[in-house]
């Protein structure tokens, strides 16, 4: 059902990769509610994933982008532009993420640097370099939104994320540290939302993250919020109706950031949900 909270309004959505992403889900919620958005993720991501599938069903133009290349970025922001017919742009969702340490299932205590570097630079230090793209060229609307996705993994301590938590406190502070100039010159606001575990390919890649899941699922009194209840409070961030909330981490998790414990796990046995 679409309200036209962004009837009028143009974006730009990082990651989608599939169905499954978060970001595939905000791509078409923001089309359903009247935007007109171009899609981009590395070109390296797009040759697994299935963007130009959704590109055709929301008629968006795929741009591909290195986030981590400023001339990528760049290109990027001038083509949307362009494809915009001249209009600027009124909110951008970053969503990409990285951890070759994760992947490779490297311990903590004996982490690669040089993926460690890349984690940051893919999954947090793009989000700046995004923003400051952005903000040289001008190319926002008055009262813009833009909108990165983190994890609680950036307060609380989470042993199988590795140093995706320290990615995701950095994209944090870029958010608080950005907004306050994106706010002062162009009442654009900036946060990043805080998500529940969520089911997608990039997630499902974490190890443990199915008993995870559930744990989450059990310990929230809401239950785990799914993508499409992501892409909804996306929508609700990118319209005029959150105009004045800025430089701010938004908790979307069912209540699992405020819990201590919940009697639903005492009697929890993950292994009877598993099969093992």
């Not at 983190?150 to 989470?158: D, G, N």
């Not at 981490?249 to 819990?259: A, E, K």
Request: proline share 3%.
């Amino acid at each position: 059902m679409s309200n036209n909270l962004l009837k009028g309004k143009t974006g730009i959505i990082f990651g989608a990769l599939d169905e499954q992403s978060i970001a595939w889900k905000v791509a078409e919620r923001a089309v359903e509610e009247g935007a007109r958005i171009t899609l981009t993720n590395a070109p390296v991501a797009m040759r697994f994933g299935e963007i130009y599938k959704l590109a055709e069903k929301l008629n968006a133009e795929v741009i591909p982008a290195d986030a981590t290349e400023l001339a990528d970025l760049e290109q990027l922001v001038d083509k949307s532009i362009e494809s915009f017919g001249g209009q600027k742009i009124d909110f951008v969702l970053h969503s990409i993420g990285m951890s070759l340490n994760v992947r490779k299932k490297k311990d903590y205590t004996d982490l690669n640097y040089e993926w460690m570097q890349k984690s940051l630079d893919v999954s947090a230090i793009s989000f700046h370099k995004m923003m400051q793209v952005l903000y040289k060229k001008d190319a926002l609307n008055d009262w813009g939104s833009i909108l990165a996705l983190t994890y609680i993994a950036a307060q609380r301590t989470f042993p199988d994320y590795s140093e995706m938590a320290e990615a995701k406190a950095l994209l944090e502070s870029f958010a608080r540290s950005f907004g306050y100039h994106f706010g002062v010159k162009k009442h654009v606001r900036v946060n990043t939302l805080s998500q529940s575990p969520t089911m997608t390919t990039a997630g499902s890649g974490v190890k443990g993250f199915t008993e995870f899941f559930q744990y989450a699922d059990k310990m929230s009194p809401l239950g785990n919020a799914s993508a499409l209840d992501c892409a909804n409070y996306c929508v609700t961030m990118f319209s005029d109706l959150t105009r004045m909330v800025t430089m701010q981490n938004l908790f979307h998790d069912g209540g699992f950031s405020s819990m201590g414990m919940s009697p639903a796990i005492l009697d929890w046995n993950p292994q009877a949900n598993t099969g093992v």
